[in-house]
């Protein structure tokens, strides 16, 4: 009888020993970004050097280096440094363009728990700093056999699709335009079984390992530094600083801020003659 109770104490404090360690596993993945961007120019002074110019700089003004934060059921994904997108700003031929990117700033930190499936955004737009709700988007994962080797990790492939929103933005004759267009896209991810939590980049998650390389049709992230369980416990914390708003709020508030800034732009700088410039960011 005792020697039953002494193996019932050893099996207890082995189970507890697994789940705090379990509990405890966290770790850091930093991801290097790409969007896609295309850009095109024509009127009396464009030329084929000055497009290529600004499409170069449009598509370096797009690249970032985001850092996970993750433990078993909690992440953070923010900016974790610029690779030479500058503010946005730059100049060709005598034009000068500057992009604004919501979502992508120093500042934004984007929180996941996977546990009870909740989302939370700090984003800011024009200085003003906002805290958006959400619920985690659920993604209908198509679990392949395909393999790659990322790094020193085995990764499977699983395939989803999405609907997202390409922003078209025109300015034809002096005059800026935007529009929006929706496509399906499929989205191809890569995520490793080894190391055991279902997060991944941005508000990607959900398979049974960490995406370590994505792309969703209008953006690649790609993994290329990995620290499990460093020394210093990695502190997962959801953003609180911010004027609460739901999602729908918040895409009206970008709506205005747009227009905001188009009739802005439109009202300082000098009419130069018939020059047409589409920029298509996504898709």
């Known amino acids: 009888m005792v020697r039953i109770f002494l193996k019932l104490i050893f099996l207890m404090l082995s189970l507890a020993t697994s789940l705090l360690t379990a509990q405890e ?58 690779l ?8 060709s031929g005598g034009m000068e363009m500057q992009i604004v990117m919501v979502g ?3 500042n934004d930190v984007l929180y996941k728990n996977t546990r009870n499936k909740a989302l939370i955004e700090q984003t800011d737009i024009s200085g003003k700093v906002f805290l958006i709700n959400d619920s985690l988007t659920t993604y ?4 392949e056999n395909e393999t790659k080797q990322i790094g ?69 992230m790609v993994c290329n530094k990995l620290v499990l369980n460093p020394k210093e416990s990695v502190v997962i914390e959801a953003p609180t600083k911010g004027s609460k708003v739901t999602r729908e709020a918040f895409r009206k508030i970008m709506d205005e801020n747009l227009e905001k800034m188009q009739k802005m732009h439109e009202g300082g700088r000098k009419k130069d003659g018939n020059r047409n410039i589409n920029i298509k960011i996504g898709g």
């Open 25 to 82: 596993f966290n770790g850091i993945a930093t991801y290097k970004t790409a969007a896609k961007v295309s850009f095109e120019m024509d009127g009396p002074n464009a030329n084929d050097a000055m497009q290529a110019e600004m499409q170069a700089a449009m598509q370096k003004a797009f690249q970032k280096e985001f850092e996970l934060k993750f433990n078993k059921t909690e992440s953070v994904w923010n900016v974790a440094e610029s």
């Open 84 to 91: 030479g997108g500058g503010d946005g700003s730059f100049k």
């Open 104 to 106: 992508q700033g120093s």
């Open 140 to 143: 209908n994962w198509k679990l």
């Open 152 to 220: 020193e990790y085995t990764c499977y492939k699983a395939t989803a699709s999405r609907e997202i929103t390409i922003l078209k933005m025109e300015s034809e004759n002096g005059e800026d335009k935007s529009a929006e267009e929706k496509k399906t896209y499929e989205i191809v991810a890569w995520y490793a079984p080894e190391i055991p939590v279902n997060h991944g980049p941005d508000n990607y998650w959900g398979l049974p390992g960490l995406i370590l390389e994505l792309n969703d049709g209008s953006r690649t």
